[in-house]
């Protein structure tokens, strides 16, 4: 019998993080947590996940948030009802450098669930470490692509763990490369699915946050509805796998059963189907290329299922083609797409902003922009991202003074 795989894990409080410790616990046998790392809002649940695995080490990106951190651990020892002597503390790690300092924590995989730019950092330390980094942050690839290939030591370093890009890395087991035609990525279509442009001019935000099959943050969820959330899953595509803009099609496919799939060259698709369950790609990023057994329920067989897939309406949500064509471009075009979007689904929510407005707004920042070339360097992804905010909230400031 194997030893149990050493897991690194990053952004431990948040969605990702909390459903890989319950894959942890269920499998105490194969994988075994040796540091923990989040951004520091709730110290209270980071102690308590650190005492039960039994951690080396534990990371705050708040760096004000150590002492706090310090505290909780006695607090959740009492709780236990352990002596506050025989608490052995691990390792506190505090500041803006503390994922990727965890990042380079002895193990064999890391689990990069950081949210947002900040998981960059620690996905380009893991890489150089020659660590397997099980990959949810999808930043690191939308923003840093050119990066992130740079800092790779080995083919199939990267593990994805987001439903679609694990499904496609499931049925590219079946062919070659070269045998590869284009791949089909499925998207649920949101809330606004099947609607002309023309429909979508007066969408409130309580409309486009009513996604009818995820439960996800509210950011993600506008993001389906405006189908840039598929837009940068086509920009991790092809940097994850190395297919071109024009190989990659986008499928609407509401039930969210089949996640995605691969035509190959002799006319076969290769689909992978399954609940939807992010335990499921969590499971493959820690044990990957094995499975875990159970790591999430099967489809009932047992009962009669009806999927329906059309194709995107490019002129109704036009956020897949511009992505492409920043994808494309590169010279952190990505980048600003992705940061630029942030601000306007920001705006969205506070009602400063149409619906339409928020690509509509994405296209005329990528029109604007200036020549960043290719990034060298984490600051020079910052760089150009700083200045989509900017220049999208003065977009943004025209249209509301003008309106």
Not at 57 to 64: L, N
Not at 190 to 199: A, I, S, V
Not at 261 to 283: C, H, K, N, W, Y
Not at 348 to 360: M, Q, S, T
Request: aromatic content about 4%.
């Amino acid at each position: 019998m194997t030893s149990p795989r050493d897991v690194v894990l990053l952004g431990s409080t948040g969605s990702i993080g909390t459903q890989a410790i319950d894959i942890v616990r269920r499998n105490p046998d194969r994988f075994r947590v040796v540091a923990l790392g989040a951004g520091g809002g709730n110290v209270g649940l980071l102690a308590a996940q650190a005492l039960e695995l039994g951690v080396e080490a534990v990371g705050v990106a708040r760096a004000s948030a150590a002492q706090d951190l310090q505290l909780a651990f006695y607090a959740e020892a009492s709780r236990r009802g352990w002596d506050r002597g025989e608490v052995k503390l691990p390792k506190i790690i505090a500041g803006p450098d503390a994922m990727t300092e965890l990042a380079q924590w002895r193990g064999d995989v890391v689990l990069n669930g950081v949210v947002g730019s900040l998981g960059l950092a620690p996905t380009l330390a893991a890489l150089r470490a020659g660590r397997t980094l099980a990959l949810a942050n999808k930043e690191s690839l939308v923003a840093g692509g050119p990066l992130v290939r740079a800092a790779m030591t080995r083919p199939g370093q990267i593990v994805p763990v987001d439903s679609e890009h694990t499904a496609l890395a499931q049925c590219l087991r079946s062919g070659s490369r070269p045998e590869v035609r284009r791949l089909l990525v499925t998207a649920s279509g949101g809330p606004f699915r099947g609607r002309r442009r023309d429909e979508l001019t007066q969408v409130t935000p309580e409309q486009a946050l009513a996604h009818p099959t995820w439960n996800m943050g509210p950011v993600v969820t506008i993001n389906s509805a405006t189908m840039v959330n598929k837009a940068l899953e086509v920009i991790e595509a092809h940097e994850l796998f190395d297919v071109p803009y024009a190989d990659i099609t986008v499928l609407v496919h509401p039930t969210s059963v089949i996640h995605s799939m691969v035509e190959f060259v002799d006319g076969s698709t290769i689909a992978q189907a399954s609940p939807p369950d992010m335990r499921l790609p969590i499971a493959l990023g820690l044990g990957w290329p094995d499975r875990v057994a159970d790591a999430s329920p099967a489809v009932d067989w047992t009962t009669s299922h009806t999927w329906e897939f059309t194709p995107l309406d490019d002129e109704a949500f036009p956020a897949v083609a511009l992505a492409k064509a920043a994808g494309e471009a590169g010279c952190c075009r990505p980048a600003i797409y992705n940061a630029a979007n942030e601000e306007c689904v920001a705006a969205f929510v506070a009602g400063r902003l149409p619906f339409l407005g928020i690509v509509d707004t994405l296209e005329q920042v990528l029109a604007e922009a200036p020549d960043f070339g290719e990034p060298g360097t984490v600051e020079d992804v910052l760089a150009a991202e700083s200045w989509a905010r900017g220049h999208a909230q003065t977009i943004i400031e025209k249209s509301v003074e003008g309106a």
